[in-house]
């Protein structure tokens, strides 16, 4: 039997409404104008788009989305970090949507979003879940309309976007100076232009409590001599992030940023926890060293007091879990009302960085997104996505793919590779 819920027969019914409902030809003037309004499109059947089923998995500690519709499209999303345990959440929140049309993107985030207002729907769990659904919606949209997820966003302001490489020295127990050096050179030689390095090392020597996060100042001049030797290996032109991961206090967060000041860093990331926005605040306007925060942080919301008071020079939500690509968006926007530069975090597969990029093409404060050098070292993320377009990043910067929806698929074999066990795959 032929099968009437494919897309070539989506787009089949709107061709024949777009014929049916043209305007009666006209002749001699204007008839420019009349080919220009036959060739608009005027169908409405995108509305016949109806969601029949929402899936998950588990691959890689990362939370993986895909909704079905009857027009045999889908879309995919990924959720980070707070999604360990969530599979009955996301078997939840997907018997919502079934029936509806995957198109009303921001009508259907805010439906399960104020519905969940008494269900943890500010933060954690709930949003990164959340994150990873309104992302395959958006991913399903373009695929139904042939058009890449920048475009329903808006357009695009560029067609590439930069990216930092996290050198991922934290896997070294207690790197030396020596070693931040040379791990940025070997950043450098890749093509990246920027590298970022962590600094909270719970194995200094010179560290007196495990659980008072003060720095010594034995702990204070390793960190100035580690990121030192960067600065000098790399020369002034590639940009130096520095991530504290929120594990100091203020007297430190004070002390580190105003004594790495002559090192010119693009920033010093969350030296502090970023719930104290007052804090952020006092840092900000003690030193000249730039101060980013917002990885942890959930929704536009948690945004809006720490840019409203001046409390950081970079915003770094995560579009995996701070609300999802659209929720991403308007942050941007956000802090381009504050004149603050938008810098996302991004821990997630190359599919879940691609959805990220279409966000940061779309925006116009864009600096620069988060690469993981897992990405080069780890065999199980080039295995679990497919991709035809080229080189994933190229120079430290990523070309935002012009195909429908996001533009990266899953390989469904190699993510059962790789898929959590005892947790059911797809189903």
Known sequence: MKNTNSRRAFLGKAAAMTAAASVTPLTGFGKGLEEAVQRTRKSSTPSELKITDVKCAFVGGKLFVKIFSNQDIYGLGEGVDAVNGTYHLVQSLGRRLVGQNPMNVHRIFEELRRGGFFGGAQSGMYVAVLSAIETALWDLTGKALGVPVYQLLGGKFRDKIRVYSDTALYRVRFPTPENFAESALEGVKMGFNAVKFDLDYASDPDKYDRYNWTASQGELQRMYDQLAAVREAVGPKIDIAVDMHGRYDLNTALAISKRVEGLNLLWLEEPIPADNVEAYRFISQ??????????????????????????????????????????????????NLHYVPFAPHMVASFLGAMACAHVCASVPNFLIMEWQSYFHTNAMYREIVTFDEGDWVKDSFITVSNKPGIGVDLNMEACKKYAAQGIPFFE
Request: hydrophobic share 40%; with cysteine.
């Open 286 to 335: 003690e030193t000249s060293t730039p101060i980013a925060a917002g990885e942890n942080i959930y929704l536009a919301y948690g945004f809006r007091q720490l840019l409203a008071i001046g409390g950081v020079e970079a915003v770094m939500p995560d579009l995996q879990k701070c609300g999802g690509l659209g929720e991403g968006q308007r942050i941007a926007n956000l802090a």
